[in-house]
């Protein structure tokens, strides 16, 4: 089975500190997703890479930078914490050329930003 | 853009009743489709899927059919259980993104 596993299921931050969220797969996938989630707006990419050193920014990038140094690695960094960027935040992977294209999701991380 | 409009919430049900969502999309070609479900507190896993017309993805007992006349892919279950409580997710994707809906929260008393 495919995992994907996220560094922590929830974090409190202060605002205006910097935040690192990692995203770890198992399965030598080339794409990944950083989304976030919040009530009645479903999920919203926020950037996704397509190989290593490779990113492009998804629907909502402001205040958001990427980091994926390493294909199983992919770091979602909030440069400089703010309460509106408290909200569940959910890591994904896919292999090209599969199942046009679904996409496997860690378990999320809670992020409270006070 | 390619959009995904799923029917609001919250759904409550009893046991062993027929659940229905519904979800219609706006797309250019011809995209898969996707329903993915989230149980409390955890991440999203795939339910079903259809990758082109008139194709019926099942699961659990869940069923969903890609009506490209209709543009929609409405989720079913005839008989529902506690622990279909979750939330319901419709995801459309053309490419290798993927376009969710609001997603739709479901109760399922006993």
């Known amino acids: ?114 | 853009g390619d959009s995904v409009t799923q029917m609001e919430g919250p759904v409550t049900l009893s046991e062993e009743a027929f659940l229905t969502i519904n979800c219609t999309y706006t797309a250019t070609g011809y995209p898969s489709l996707f329903w993915y479900v989230q149980y409390p507190g955890e991440g999203l896993q795939l339910l079903l899927k259809a990758t082109k017309a008139d194709d019926k993805g099942s699961n659990k007992g869940f069923e969903a059919t890609y009506r490209k006349e209709t543009t929609s892919f409405h989720l079913e279950k005839g008989s529902v259980q506690v622990s279909d409580s979750a939330v319901y997710f419709c995801a459309l994707s053309p490419d290798y993104k993927l376009s969710f809906g609001a997603g739709t929260t479901v109760t399922v008393r006993a």
Not at chain 1, 26 to 50: A, C, K, T, V
Not at chain 1, 98 to 104: M, N, P, S, V
Request: hydrophobic content about 30%.
């Open chain 1, 1 to 114: 089975d495919v995992k994907v596993t996220q560094s922590s299921r929830y974090l409190v931050k202060r605002t205006g500190e910097k935040v690192f969220l990692e995203c770890v797969q198992d399965m030598d996938h080339e794409n990944m997703f950083w989304y976030r989630q919040d009530p009645g707006l479903g999920l919203r990419l926020i950037y996704f890479s397509y190989d290593v050193k490779m990113k492009e920014k998804g629907d909502i990038p402001e205040g958001y930078s990427v980091s994926r140094e390493k294909k199983e690695r992919f770091s979602l960094i909030l440069e400089s914490a703010s309460t509106n960027q408290t909200s569940m935040y959910l890591c994904a992977s896919s292999p090209p050329g599969q199942g046009k294209y679904e996409q496997y999701f860690g378990p999320g991380t809670r992020l409270t930003v006070t």
